[in-house]
């Protein structure tokens, strides 16, 4: 598999588990927490798959394409380990999806927010909310799904809050 | 159609027109000439489908993954409109194929160094040549091809050197 073919499955995989997860949590109440915004691919995806739904945007500095830059309320910029845990208080009600995608490409770093997520993230969300990750996500908060057809099971991570 | 779907297209696209090219010069003497090489995504596809050929990789400077980078006799860096004049100096023979992938976002920017592959591109390759482009290439010595199944003729330019 050369590089072309590896990243062509990955955003196909992200797509089929962006579309499954959209119409996993169609009545299911609460915003959409899209954490690493990034060229803003996948905000745009989720979007369009769940209109009228806030989706509230993270990331460390601003580097998405024109088109999609979320409203400014649900544009959230810094360290997500300090903008996460401020939602509360914000009174942002409890997430039906947080979709992550934090892989900087750096090994350690990446780890480290993974694990940072794994423990934070599940008080985020509704039980019965769905997560998608880029990265594997250990927490006892959240059991592990299967990915939808076609998705290989090392390319996302899929999870219900228990 | 998202800007996820969008992407998906266009690397599928990039893909089924370099399965194509490397096809169909399989029997043509030359080296390939990958103009643009970025992450190194397309290098890494055409060293896999063509082993042995000789490529030449051209960039204003070096971002590829470190999977993907050329051997140093390989890579040719600063702006291609001052390195590929030099080539023939150097002893290069005329070229089978050569992929451009220059889009900068920068509307002008793209278009000025379109308009300068078209003018120039055609010299370094050998009759029946291939080029494979993201932008359009207008010139009297390169005929516009179909595109291979499957690919949206606005995705991916092909022409053939006369």
Redesign the interface.
């Known amino acids: 598999m ?4 590896s ?2 499955e990955r ?2 995989a ?2 089929a588990c ?1 579309d499954w997860a959209a119409s996993r949590i169609a009545a299911v109440d609460g915003p959409v927490l899209e954490i690493g915004l990034g ?4 905000y ?2 989720l979007r ?1 798959r769940l209109p009228g739904r806030r989706i509230l945007a993270f990331d460390r500095a601003l580097a998405a ?1 024109p ?2 830059v979320p409203p400014g309320d649900c544009l959230v910029l810094g360290d997500f380990r300090d903008t996460l845990p401020a939602l509360a208080a914000r009174g942002v009600a409890p997430a039906a999806l947080a979709h992550s995608d934090i892989g900087s490409g750096e090994a350690k770093e990446t780890a480290e927010r993974a694990a940072w997520l794994a423990a934070h993230l599940p008080a985020l969300l509704r039980p019965g909310g769905i997560v998608l990750s880029d990265q594997s996500l250990d927490s006892p908060e959240l059991a592990a799904l299967a990915p939808p057809p076609g998705v290989a099971r090392a390319r996302y991570h899929l999870y219900r809050r228990r």
């Not at 050369?2 to 073919?5: H, K």
């Not at 060229?39 to 996948?42: A, F």
């Open positions: 050369t590089r072309l073919d990243v062509i955003l196909q992200q797509r962006l060229n803003g691919r996948s745009d995806h369009a394409h088109d999609c």
